[in-house]
Each structure stands twice: as structure tokens, then as C-alpha cells.
């Protein structure tokens, strides 16, 4: 098999490889293909195949009738039928030699996804800046807006993806909350005053949180009191090439909270109380971390779908994006030695108007 994928990037989009068994019920590779991804083809499985865009490792077309157990792996494109164009624009906010740094919409994915392959950041960065060889650095949820780091070279990506891996990139974020009778005292009193709320803030929420492969939600899991005054942002990362074998215990996650302002929410928000504008510091990075330590505080960020609870799949509202926002980011560049700092330049449409700063 070659190192490199058989087929070149097409209309932004890089091939998808596929593992394919060598035996089984199936007579052919087409067979197997359409059981497994029969029900949901979004572009023509048996169309790709008499076209010729099924391919093995050498790029030589696969046929409905290619045996089994012909090929172990197989590329193809992914695509979509009629994907529908979502009515929100990203933006470049920096580019030089090794970097692209865009500032994402809400309701954009970041890499192509489900029904999303065209309507992804990365597709239409590389279609509209000629930039085959893009790939992010980090990602954003699709339901995120803000600041996402893209990388130009292969020759140079691994050295900024290190920065991440190693906590060398320092990230804020900030979400808009609806102050509900939920968030008290937490004896059954009545919600707090606006100076009480105030008083309560920054602080630090940390918890351990478990995502399961297939599963959209992330939970948290309980762990020993004894466990409990461990601090996850200051384990030190395993020694690359070793793995981890017994977990570590206690929490795993760690975000540093603040109030930045507090009052009215805009005319026409569908917030049912006072909003509270948020400024949210991860000190370490497990999935949906920040909306599910806000939802343990009482504040489950406004629209969100997922935490506290998970509601029906429903088409996008875009008059109602996830109220949060990846702000601001900044590191010191691997390679010149020079401080980059990166703000998002979108609002959060329903944070307060007016009221008391925190």
C-alpha cells in the first residue's frame, strides 16, 4: 500500500480510504460496501463504481464485480446529493507562508462531516485560497463559532500540532447563559442577586468526563473523594511513544470561569430571564468540556441542544446559533519565536445589553 493516498484532492476534498475484509458473505468488494453503507448513500454507490471512483491503492478502478479479498483498503470520494449551501460566510483573519487563521461561523462544520462536505470550513478554505494541502490544527464543533488554526505545509504542520498537544497554545472562549431559578444557592432559596451572582465568580470547574465512540454526548463520571484535590492541568503528558495503561484518577478536566457581564438580554432573545456573559478558560481540552461545565453550574449555555439535556434532532434554527464563542487564541510560533495572538472578531447575539459589568 502506498504511504501517500492514491488520489489527489478534488474539488476540496480528500480521498476517503476504506478497509475492506478479505472474507465474509460478500462475493464482491461492491457487495460488502452496499450492505455496510447501503442505507446511507448519499451519492450513488453503485454509480461510483461504474464510474471508475472506486480505487485501489494503485488508483486502478474497482468494479461491481472486483472479488473479495482482491484488495485490502479502497479510496474513494466522499459526496453528497444535493447538499444544500448553509447561509453563513467565514472569514481569514491572518495568513502568511505556514498558517491560515479563520474566524468560523456558527453552523459551519469545521472538517467535511455527515451531510456536510462542501458546507465545511476546510472545503471551502482550500477551494477559495487554492490550498489543497490545508488541514486545521484544532477543531471546533460544528455548532461553534471563532478562531480555528490551519496549516498551509506538511512539512512544518507537525511542529505547530506539538503546541497543541503540549498546552503551549493559550485559548479563551465566551458563551451568553440565561440566569434560571436553577442557579441559586443551592438549598432551595431564591435566585440569586445580581452582586451574588458576582461574588461567585471566576471560579474553577473541574470534573471527569467520558465520550463514547459512536455516542454524541459526553458524560461526566463520579470518581473518589480522595481523588478530588487532584489538579489535571498540572499532570505533566505521557513521554511520546509510551502509552498509558492504568488511568489516571479523578478529574480530567479543567475550566477557569468568569462573569464578565450581567442584565437584560437583546429585545426578541428567547432567553426566559437575565443573561450573564461568560468568559471561559480551558485549562485542558475533553470533548463538549466547557458546555458541560456549565451546565453542572446551572447555566447550560443558551441554545444549546446537548447539556443539560439532549433534545430531538431538529433542523438548524439559524436565528438561534449556540451561544459560544472561541475568542481569542495565542502561543508562541514554533518557528520564528514570535508571539501570534488571534481574536475572533463575531458577537454573541444574545448577550446582555445592558446591566451590571461583573
Avoid at 442505507?39 to 461510483?48: E, F, K
Avoid at 511520546?240 to 484518577?249: A, L, N
Wanted: charged content about 25%.
Amino acid at each position: 500500500m502506498s504511504a501517500r493516498p492514491p488520489l489527489p484532492v478534488r474539488d476540496g476534498v480528500n480521498p476517503t480510504r476504506l478497509r475492506v475484509p478479505t472474507d465474509g458473505p460478500w462475493r464482491t468488494v461492491h457487495e460488502y460496501v452496499l450492505e455496510t453503507f447501503g442505507h446511507i448513500d448519499h451519492g450513488g454507490i453503485t454509480q461510483r463504481f461504474e464510474d471508475g471512483e472506486v480505487v485501489d491503492a494503485e488508483a486502478t478502478p474497482l468494479t461491481t464485480e472486483t472479488p473479495l479479498g482482491a484488495v485490502d483498503f479502497l479510496w474513494y470520494y466522499r459526496s453528497v446529493t444535493d447538499e444544500t449551501p448553509l447561509p453563513v460566510t467565514e472569514e481569514v483573519l491572518f495568513e502568511d507562508e505556514h498558517l491560515v487563521v479563520a474566524d468560523k461561523p456558527h453552523f459551519l462544520p469545521t472538517t467535511p462531516a455527515g451531510r456536510y462536505v462542501q458546507q465545511s470550513l476546510l472545503v471551502r478554505l482550500r477551494r477559495r485560497l487554492e490550498l489543497p494541502d490545508l488541514i486545521p490544527i484544532h477543531r471546533l464543533d460544528r455548532g461553534t463559532a471563532g478562531v480555528v488554526l490551519f496549516s498551509k505545509r506538511p512539512e512544518t504542520r507537525g511542529t505547530y500540532q506539538l503546541c497543541f498537544e503540549d498546552r503551549q497554545v493559550h485559548k479563551t472562549y465566551e458563551c451568553v447563559s440565561a440566569f434560571t431559578t436553577d442557579f441559586t444557592t443551592g438549598h432551595g432559596s431564591d435566585p440569586l442577586t445580581s452582586a451574588e451572582r458576582a461574588a461567585r465568580f471566576p471560579l474553577t470547574v473541574r470534573s471527569r468526563i467520558s465520550k463514547t465512540k459512536g455516542v454524541v454526548v459526553s458524560e461526566r463520571v463520579d470518581y473518589d473523594v480522595a481523588d478530588s484535590g487532584r489538579r489535571p492541568q498540572d499532570r505533566r503528558g505521557r513521554r511520546r511513544g509510551r502509552r498509558r495503561t492504568e488511568p489516571v484518577p479523578g478529574a480530567n478536566s479543567s475550566s477557569r470561569i468568569e462573569l464578565l457581564a450581567q442584565g437584560a438580554a437583546p429585545s426578541g432573545s428567547r432567553a426566559p430571564h437575565d443573561v450573564g456573559l461568560f468568559r471561559l478558560t480551558p485549562h485542558t481540552g475533553k470533548t463538549h468540556q466547557l458546555r458541560i461545565h456549565m451546565a453542572l453550574l446551572g447555566l447550560g449555555i443558551l441554545h444549546d441542544r446537548f447539556y443539560p439535556d439532549l433534545l430531538d434532532d431538529a433542523p438548524d434554527d439559524f436565528d438561534a446559533p449556540l451561544q459560544l464563542l472561541a475568542r481569542h487564541l495565542s502561543f508562541t510560533d514554533p518557528l520564528t519565536g514570535q508571539q501570534r495572538s488571534f481574536t475572533s472578531r463575531r458577537a454573541l447575539s444574545e448577550a446582555p445589553v445592558s446591566g451590571d459589568p461583573a
